[in-house]
C-alpha cells in the first residue's frame, strides 16, 4: 500500500485523466493525499476515473476538455483553477497516436496529430502559467515518448510532435526558472494502455495501427530488457508523481525515460 503523503495540500490538473497514464497519474496523486482536476475529452473515461477514485473521489473533480481547441482549454483551465482554488501542478498526458506510411499520410492526419500533441500540450501550459506562478512549488510534467529520440517507423508526424514537446520543455525551464515553475518531461516506452494497445478511446488517443504490411525488421529493439514485457501505466504514473513533487525540486529541463531498458 503507498503510504506517501507528498501531495497532502497539493493542486493538481491532469490532461488525458479518463484512461491510461493520465487517469493513473490521477490516481497516485490522489493516494498521495492530493486534490485533482481530471481533464478529458471522454465522458465515459472519466466516469471510470470517479469510479476507481473509491474513497478518494472526494477530492477529485472532473471536465470535458479538448485540448486541440483553444477555447476548450481556456474554459478548462479556469474551471479547474477555481475548482481547486490554485494550481500546483499541471500534467499534460492528453494524447494521439496514428502510424501510417508517410507517403500516404494526408496533411489533416499529419496536423490532427500535432494540433492534439504539441499544440495542445502549449495551449495548457499558457493558459496554467499564470496561476502556476501563484503555486507552491509549482511543476509541469509534459509527455514526450521514446519515439522522440529513437526511431520508430510509420510514426513520423507523432516522433515530430513528441520531439516538438520535449525541445520545448527545455525552452520553458529555462524562461521560468527564476519564477519557479519547474517543467519536465517523461519518455514512457514498451508501456501497455489505450494508446499503445489500441483499447482506449479516452486520452484523445488512437491505436497505433501498424500498417498491414508493416517491416517489423525496422524495429531495431521491440521488448523492454528487463524481460518483464510491458509495464503497466501506473509505472510511469509514479515517476510523473515524483517530477512533480517536492522530491523533484531539483529537477527541471529535462526528461525521464521510463522503458524498462527497451532503448539503451
Do not use: C, W
Not at 497514464?21 to 481533464?39: F, K, P, S, Y
Not at 525552452?171 to 494508446?195: D, N
Request: glycine content about 14%; aromatic content about 4%; charged content about 15%.
Amino acid at each position: 500500500m503507498n503510504q506517501l503523503t507528498r501531495y497532502e495540500g497539493r493542486r493538481a490538473l491532469v490532461t488525458g485523466g479518463g484512461s491510461g497514464i493520465g487517469q493513473a497519474t490521477v490516481l497516485r496523486m490522489l493516494a498521495e493525499g492530493g486534490r485533482v482536476v481530471a481533464a478529458d475529452i471522454s465522458e465515459d473515461g472519466l466516469e471510470d476515473t470517479v469510479a476507481k477514485a473509491g474513497d478518494a473521489a472526494d477530492r477529485l473533480s472532473t471536465l470535458l476538455v479538448n485540448v486541440a481547441d483553444e477555447e476548450s482549454v481556456r474554459a478548462g483551465v479556469a474551471a479547474a483553477v477555481t475548482a481547486l482554488g490554485g494550481l500546483d501542478v499541471l500534467v499534460n498526458a492528453a494524447g494521439v497516436l496514428r502510424s501510417s506510411h508517410t507517403h500516404e499520410t494526408g496533411l489533416d492526419a499529419f496536423e490532427q496529430v500535432i494540433r492534439i500533441n504539441l499544440t495542445g500540450t502549449f495551449l495548457m501550459i499558457r493558459e496554467a502559467i499564470p496561476a502556476l506562478l501563484e503555486g507552491d512549488g509549482a511543476a509541469v510534467v509534459n509527455f514526450s515518448s521514446t519515439s522522440a529520440m529513437f526511431a520508430h517507423p510509420y510514426m513520423a508526424a507523432y516522433a515530430a510532435s513528441k520531439g516538438g514537446i520535449q525541445s520545448m520543455t527545455h525552452a520553458l525551464a529555462a524562461e521560468y526558472a527564476k519564477q519557479g515553475i519547474r517543467f519536465t518531461a517523461v519518455q514512457p516506452g514498451s508501456i501497455s494502455s489505450g494508446m499503445t494497445d489500441g483499447s482506449g478511446a479516452s486520452r484523445q488517443s488512437v491505436g497505433p495501427g501498424l500498417p498491414a504490411d508493416a517491416d517489423m525488421a525496422l524495429f531495431t529493439k521491440l521488448a523492454p530488457a528487463l524481460g518483464q514485457g510491458f509495464a503497466g501505466p501506473e509505472t510511469v504514473a509514479g515517476v510523473v508523481a515524483m517530477l512533480a513533487s517536492e522530491d523533484g525540486r531539483f529537477i527541471t529541463g529535462t526528461e525521464v525515460r521510463v522503458d524498462g531498458g527497451t532503448h539503451f
